[in-house]
């Protein structure tokens, strides 16, 4: 079982940059591939990035690629989404999800394990 807890949620004004973190609870980080998604309200839950176990691969929605980051940290159990140039639309609540394989998972309903959310808002 793996624990996932997301941090770095919060108000911002469009044009700005917040840096989302998502800690996990275990010693075989680097067995697991890793996504952020986001969920709008009223929409389905759609990924926003995805990295390979070593961080050697992403992947991007397109609507976010050239603005969003995803890195991780084996050493530090965490994985990271840098986000700048934040537009309304990006306004959503943000996931974090484990997948059990090495390599880039795209597909929401693979992954395995998924953290709380962390509200992120972008005002106009």
């Known amino acids: 079982q793996v624990q996932l807890v997301e941090s770095g949620g919060g108000l911002v004004q469009a044009g700005g940059s917040l840096r989302l973190s998502c800690a996990a609870s275990t010693r075989t980080f680097s067995n697991y591939a890793m996504g952020w998604f986001r969920q709008a309200r009223g929409k389905e839950r759609e990924v926003v990035a995805a990295i390979t176990w070593s961080g050697r691969s992403t992947y991007y929605l397109p609507s976010v690629r050239g603005r969003f980051t995803i890195s991780r940290d084996n050493a530090k159990n965490t994985v990271y989404l840098q986000m700048n140039s934040l537009k309304p639309e990006d306004t959503a609540v943000y996931y974090c999800?484990?997948?059990?394989?090495?390599?880039?998972?795209?597909?929401?309903?693979?992954?395995?394990?998924w953290g709380q959310g962390t509200q992120v808002t972008v005002s106009s």
């Open positions: 999800a484990a997948d059990e394989s090495l390599g880039l998972v795209t597909i929401t309903s693979s992954y395995d394990y």
